[in-house]
């Protein structure tokens, strides 16, 4: 009796957990990767966001450009970040509540959203996680 309620649970639950979000990046660069990349630089330019575009340059020259987010204490990672991370060569970074100033990460990713746009076309739009930082702002000031 207590095994078919088990099984009943699972029959029950495992299609709602495969579409609930989970916690972590999925993604996990190098050491090496992330200690190059502009966009673990960005912390310590947070007084003079002057510099962020051209951290994201060298990202995007370098092949591992970042989409950065701040979803707060627990990061939220869905189960499509991975198809958009492999699909259009992006990674999701995940800076939790306290990290870069927020003019400096939306100054990055809107550099990264225009390479997007430049390698891809307007296809990435559909797929990309709403909540990057900038992202609702920039696609508004696209549409005029």
């Known amino acids: 009796m207590v095994l078919t309620r ?3 649970l ?9 579409s609930m979000p989970v ?3 999925i993604t996990k660069p190098s050491v090496e990767q992330l200690n190059n990349s502009g966009a673990g630089q960005l912390t310590f330019i947070s ?5 962020a575009g051209a951290l994201a340059e060298k990202d995007i020259a370098n092949q591992i450009p970042f989409l950065i987010l701040r ?4 990061p939220v990672v869905y189960a499509t970040d991975k198809g958009f991370e492999n699909k ?3 990674i ?3 800076e939790g509540c306290v990290g870069p100033n927020v003019d400096c990460i939306r100054l990055y990713n809107v550099r990264i959203f ?4 430049q390698k891809f076309g307007r296809s990435w739009r559909k797929d990309i996680r709403k909540d990057v930082v900038g992202f609702k702002e920039w696609k508004k000031i696209r549409k005029r």
């Open 92 to 94: 999701y970074r995940e």
């Open 6 to 8: 088990f099984r009943y």
């Open 71 to 74: 979803s707060g204490e627990a």
């Open 23 to 25: 916690t972590g990046q």
């Open 10 to 18: 699972l029959a029950y639950l495992l299609p709602l957990l495969h």
């Open 88 to 90: 259009f060569g992006v």
């Open 114 to 117: 225009s390479y997007l746009e």
């Open 47 to 51: 007084a003079d966001c002057s510099k």
